[in-house]
């Protein structure tokens, strides 16, 4: 194991019933204060990736940014942000999603990428994978492909993990946990 994941578990806080009754809320702000976890994360990821067919990372609005702006920069990528609508001047495209309750919509800048960019996509945590398949269609209607998905957290219990990769699209996550 390249990383100490007992570690960055340790530093993530769950908070039951937030935001709302039966959600366990995992808060990951904890790495971020904490800067031996930062340092952690962003090495394991920068292991995994330092040799990877990479051309873009893509991350989604707003705790994605937090890991993949440091990745971009060790990295040497270029970052291209998906945003909730409304925030990305100029031509966006966008796709809408459905949530638990009701419906979002994420955007790209038009021309952001191209036919042949391999994407590393990041969020900060999978659950049902509605929110990154959102940011897959963005990212392969402009004929990008997906080079894989990356988190802190999956929960697999809720499938979003399974369903990338039942698309040909591989999962990486530094922890997991069971159940919602
Ligand atoms: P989903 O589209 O169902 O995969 O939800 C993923 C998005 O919702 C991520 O961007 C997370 O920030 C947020 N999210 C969903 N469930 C949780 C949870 N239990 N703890 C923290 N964030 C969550």
């Not at 270029?78 to 419906?103: D, N």
């Not at 945590?125 to 990356?150: P, S, Y």
């Not at 219990?157 to 946990?177: Q, W």
Request: glycine share 8%; charged share 25%; with cysteine.
């Amino acid at each position: 194991m390249l990383y100490d994941d007992a570690y960055i578990k340790s530093l993530i806080k769950t908070v039951e019933n937030w935001p709302k009754e039966g959600i366990s809320f995992r808060d990951i702000t904890p790495i971020f204060s904490d800067p031996k976890g930062l340092r952690i994360a962003v090495d394991a990821y920068i292991h995994r990736y330092i040799n990877a067919n990479i051309t873009h990372i893509a991350c989604i609005d707003a705790r994605g940014f937090l890991i993949a702006a440091i990745l971009a920069y060790e990295l040497q990528k270029p970052l291209i942000l998906i945003r909730k609508k409304g925030k990305l001047p100029g031509a966006t495209i966008s796709e809408k999603y459905s949530l638990e309750y009701g419906e979002a919509e994420l955007e790209i800048q038009q021309g952001s990428v191209k036919k042949g960019d391999t994407v590393l996509l990041f969020d900060d945590l999978i659950a049902t994978g509605g929110t990154l398949f959102a940011a897959i269609n963005l990212l392969k209607k402009q004929g990008a492909e997906i080079n894989e998905v990356a988190a802190i957290i999956d929960l697999p219990d809720l499938k979003g993990s399974k369903r990338i990769t039942e698309a040909n699209i591989p999962v990486y996550s530094l922890c997991s946990y069971d159940g919602e």
